[in-house]
């Protein structure tokens, strides 16, 4: 097998590490991982995943989400992590049948409606 830093099919950075019952290890990147989950669970696996999402907040600035999606032996994963330093995190989960893009738009507003809350007052204190 390749180097345990990228994937073994397409040489992108490695997300997940297979291993197998005669002691290998596969090294894959998510696109990677997708596919061949989706081949053994007879699932769909997108080819639209965005890499980043830039979404505005309640006061108009602009906020980066690193976007992951993964599909495992009994569903599917899709993950916005916040780029800057509040690092908020949505996720959504879903059956290994259901539909990306209806998974993408719940993913949309959870973010939406996670960057209208405002936390803090303006002494820096936990609103209620």
Known sequence: ?????????CGKPTNVHMGSRN???TNLCFNC???VMADLYGTDAPDNVPERLT???RSGKPCEFDVEFI???TG???TATETGETRRKVD???????????MLD????RINKALSVEYMDQHGCIKE
């Open 55 to 57: 979404i505005t907040d």
């Open 33 to 35: 991982h997708n596919k």
């Open 23 to 25: 002691g290998t290890t």
């Open 76 to 78: 599917k994963s899709l």
């Open 71 to 73: 599909i495992f032996g």
């Open 1 to 9: 097998m390749g180097d345990s830093d990228f994937c073994d099919v």
């Open 92 to 102: 959504v989960w879903g059956a290994l049948d259901d539909d990306f893009g209806e």
């Open 106 to 109: 719940t993913l949309m507003t």
